[in-house]
């Protein structure tokens, strides 16, 4: 058993970009390119590359046709721009989770815990004392 547990962590390790990209970026950059538009910051609703590339410089739409490596240049890095904020709102999200659990179980849990195994304790003497006087 141990050994499957050693190999299923090791099988994680080895995977852990892909699997990354695949529950975070790859549904970020389906959202940005399928998505609909919000606030211009993405959600081209698949439009072409050249319309995009054309809406973000403000330039015809024929230059970008001609410069299709260019453009898809322009549209990876401010996907890349976007993504660092959804990134960084993550990390956030979830080390905020991580302190409000841990301060949570020490200060709140931890001491209910310890005061209701205080009074099992007292309940059970009661009860041996209760079980001796009869």
């Keep these: 058993m141990l050994s499957s547990a050693n190999d299923l962590v090791s099988l994680i390790l080895s995977h852990s970009y892909f699997i990354y990209q695949f ?3 790859f549904p970020i950059r389906r959202l940005y390119m399928e998505g ?4 211009g910051i993405g959600g ?4 072409p590359n050249s319309q995009i590339c054309s809406v973000m410089t403000d330039t015809a739409e024929k230059i970008w046709v ?5 453009c898809e240049d322009l549209i990876e890095r401010r996907f890349a721009a976007i993504f660092i904020l959804y990134e960084t709102c993550l ?7 991580i302190l409000y659990d841990a301060i949570n179980h020490f200060f709140y849990l931890r001491p209910i815990m310890r005061q209701m195994n205080r ?3 007292l309940l059970e003497k009661a009860l041996m004392l209760h079980q001796n006087q009869i």
């Design 23 to 25: 529950i975070i970026i």
């Design 36 to 39: 609909p538009e919000i606030s």
């Design 44 to 47: 081209w609703g698949g439009k």
């Design 66 to 70: 001609q410069q299709n490596e260019a």
């Design 91 to 97: 990390y956030m999200f979830i080390l905020c989770k």
């Design 119 to 121: 009074m099992q304790t």
